[in-house]
């Protein structure tokens, strides 16, 4: 299903006719997500996905893929279209300068 105890103790036991096997059953209401997967294994497709997502004019990361085929860039770049400020993640701030 997913999902993992979450540090909850099962409520239940289930035992094989034999004795050697068992089972422990958890609440599924308390279980929480399977932790997800790596940083390495998510760099990877995350690569991809960034610059599918990435207006090359403005820098944003939208959350959404863009026409980057058509448009080229955001609808906001392309046509000022105002971007809805959560469908996108600002672009990283300057470099930092040590002082
Ligand atoms: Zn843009």
Not at 39 to 58: G, N, S
Request: aromatic share 6%.
């Amino acid at each position: 299903m997913g999902l993992r105890p979450g540090g909850r103790d099962p409520v239940a036991q289930m035992t094989c006719r034999s004795g050697k096997r068992v089972a422990y059953l958890y609440r599924v209401d308390l279980a929480v997500p399977k932790l997800p997967m790596t940083i390495a294994k998510e760099a990877a497709p995350d690569k991809a996905m960034a610059a599918r997502q990435t207006c090359p004019r403005c820098r944003r990361r939208y959350f959404a893929c863009l026409p980057l085929r058509t448009l080229g860039s955001c609808l906001e770049c392309h046509d000022g279209t105002p971007a809805e400020p959560s469908s996108y993640i600002a672009p990283p701030a300057k470099q930092l300068v040590a002082a």
